[in-house]
């Protein structure tokens, strides 16, 4: 059996609940396909400054970095929310993606044909979507300087500052590209070239790329459009490749076409580290309450299994788990909806269901070793 480690960080709020699970459908997959899960947990975010008086360590940094492969839960919470801007748990979060050099972060958005009815959207117009955001992570305003609140003739103000390289956009711009190439070949790219001269370089350095890409169809939307049309025809888009804030926003915005937040995984990745965590965040009025959704965490350890250790046959077994238990009616109170044939469960019983059918898949297939 072969080994390999990976650092968990479940967080805050419904972290831990749904961290736990996934670690349990990750670990348990990974057996059947002779990989022996090790696992390495870390206080992180506001349990981090609680505990350790940071939201994140040196060490916990160090160790992410040495192991290259985190799940993540989320951070986040009231009762750090008046702690000043570096002790925040965002904070821990930003400077892990940030040493991690993770800069690429993958969403898809697909919607299960069982869950078409849970959207709040028409369900002709959400199904079959599957889109694949690809948000720059490391870089535009949530990183660039200056930064600053001061004050200009006794008037308070502050200044972020949206700032974009040439290389920065471009090796995102590749990563959209390849990803297009294993799917439908087509990449849009968002932007606000109509007014801000970091989206004209976005922009700009984007069309340089697409000539080394002549196989793939690239188009540029405004971020405004771009956001209207996700809910008035999600199924145009293929590949979208945007900035960090605008990925921000689009990316959640989408998430409403899958019917819940909970539904949605990520992979962050740099050249050879791998960040994987829910997209949702820490979900603080349902903490410890058993109604959390751990799917988007269970979907994330299958992007582990996708992209790490290049295992795809292990990341279908879990989606497929996910697909299966969706299938036989079992909803977590966020996707319940009083329809026949739905249960309403909790999150650690959404746990052993997922953990049921995985056990049924692998013992009546034959797993084959991949690596
Ligand atoms: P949120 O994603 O935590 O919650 C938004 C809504 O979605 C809430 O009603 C919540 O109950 C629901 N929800 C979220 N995840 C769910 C799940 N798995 N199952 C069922 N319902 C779910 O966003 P928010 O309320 O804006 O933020 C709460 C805290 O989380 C804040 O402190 C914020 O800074 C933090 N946050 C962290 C991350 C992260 O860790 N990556 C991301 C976003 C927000």
Redesign the pocket.
């Known amino acids: 059996m072969k080994e390999a480690t990976i650092i968990t960080l479940p967080?805050d709020?419904?972290g831990p609940e749904?961290t736990e699970i996934a670690v349990t459908i990750l670990k348990e997959t990974c057996r059947a396909y002779n990989l022996e899960i090790n696992t390495i947990e870390r206080n992180f975010g506001g349990i981090g400054y609680d505990r350790d008086g940071e939201p994140v360590t040196e060490e916990t940094l160090d160790l992410c970095k040495k192991h290259k492969f985190v799940l993540l839960g989320?951070?986040?919470?009231p009762k750090w929310d008046d702690l000043c801007a570096n002790k925040r748990?965002?904070a821990a979060?930003l400077k892990l993606r940030k040493e991690l050099g993770v800069y690429a972060n993958l969403r898809p958005i697909q919607v299960f044909p069982d869950l078409a009815g849970s959207s709040t959207l028409k369900e002709e117009i959400i199904s079959g979507t599957d889109i694949l955001i690809m948000r720059e992570l490391t870089g535009g305003i949530y990183f660039g300087e200056p930064r600053l609140t001061s004050e200009e003739n006794g008037d308070p103000f502050s200044v972020d500052t949206m700032k974009y390289s040439r290389l920065e956009v471009q090796r995102i711009a590749r990563k959209a590209f390849d990803a297009a190439r294993l799917r439908d070949k087509r990449v849009l790219s968002v932007d606000k070239a109509n007014v801000l001269e970091s989206s004209r370089m976005w922009r700009k350095s984007v069309i340089e790329v697409s000539e080394e890409y002549p196989d793939i169809e690239l188009s540029h939307m405004l971020v405004d459009n771009c956001a209207m049309q996700l809910v008035r025809d999600p199924k145009q888009f293929d590949v979208i490749v945007t900035g960090n804030l605008f990925g921000d926003i689009l990316s959640d915005e989408a998430a409403m076409l899958t019917g819940?937040?909970?539904m949605l995984p990520s992979a962050s990745l740099g050249e050879t580290n791998g960040l994987y965590?829910?997209v949702?965040?820490?979900?603080?009025?349902?903490a410890g309450k058993d109604?959390?959704?751990p799917l988007?965490a269970v979907a994330s350890a299958a992007l582990l299994c996708r992209y790490s250790f290049g295992m795809e046959d292990a990341a279908k077994k879990i989606e497929s788990s996910i697909e299966t238990v969706l299938k036989e009616g079992y909803r977590?109170a966020?996707l319940f909806r009083d329809e026949p044939e739905t249960k309403r469960i909790g999150t650690k019983m959404m746990g052993e269901q997922l953990l049921k059918v995985l056990r049924q898949d692998i013992k009546s297939s034959e797993v084959t070793i991949e690596i």
């Open positions: 967080g709020g419904i749904v989320a951070v986040g919470g748990p965002e979060l819940s937040i909970g965590e829910p949702h965040g820490s979900a603080p009025d349902i109604t959390a959704n988007a977590t966020d």
